[in-house]
């Protein structure tokens, strides 16, 4: 069953500007609301401002999913996403901040993740939009606990295995200094280099299963180590290594990198930088 996809009254912005807590609310925050207290069985709220509006929002959405978890008899059951979800644009987009925190809902704090892009705005996971800074302060009260730029956030998934939240010992653990980066070009790194391409050989069979496993829609053909600055395409003690798959099937090339981006862990538990390249079938 498709569900409907509301664009969030959130973002819209009154014609002419007030503060926050002034101007009045939107005609789409009015209908939105109407509709969540209808389809919570609830009295139409009274709000008299844009700030209220918002807020009224987050909290008849945030009744909305409590009952959901009620009604299927484990609070527990029904798991939010904001964290896989805010972690995964991070990834796509390849810039900004992913930052965990918490937000206002019915009155009460609750654990959330979004992301701050390099323009300045805000991605929200839950409303699947955006939002500027100050229009999410209003929307929703954030407070800032930890943020993680898009190496760190790869980093904390695959060491620690789960999108967050993460704890203060998780990020002393894999974050601290002398954790990353190994510099190119150090002997460390060389090292590291030298490790990596050794370990390749010795598992590439269970690299190539785990990248299928990603992928089951298309057909792999071959994974190599490749090197970004190195000649020829070898990894090189001097360069970094990355991960070359070439594969068959209908997926875009930015849906399979999207895929597999942040999700293979080489030597020592360290993420390759992904390379795809769609070829044709081969016939044997």
Known sequence: MSRMKLSSPLLEEPKE????????????????????SQQLHMPEPSVRTYG????????????????????????????????????????????????????????????????????GYIWEPQTQGYFTIKGFDVAANPIEEHRYTVEEASIMLTRVGKHGPWTDEERARWLSEGKYPILRGTEKFKQFVRDTVDDFALNKEEYKNRVESLVPEVKIQNIELTGSYAKGGKPTETSDVDLLVEYS????????????????????????????????????
């Open 17 to 36: 500007y007030h503060s926050s807590e002034e101007k009045s609310p939107t005609p789409g925050q009015l209908k939105y609301i109407a509709v969540l």
């Open 52 to 119: 209220e509006a918002g807020r009224m929002i987050r909290e008849l959405e945030a009744e909305r999913e409590h009952r959901k978890r009620l009604k299927s008899g484990n609070p527990n059951t029904v798991r939010g996403t904001c964290y896989e979800d805010a972690w995964r644009f991070l990834i796509k987009q390849g810039e900004g901040e992913l930052v965990h925190g918490t937000v206002e809902s019915l009155g009460k704090r609750v654990g959330h993740a979004w992301v701050e892009t390099d323009a």
């Open 249 to 284: 099937g209908v997926l875009s090339e930015d849906t399979v990198r999207e895929r597999l981006l942040g999700q293979i862990g080489g030597f020592g538990g360290s993420l390759f930088d992904v390379v795809v390249n769609k070829v044709e079938t081969k016939y044997w």
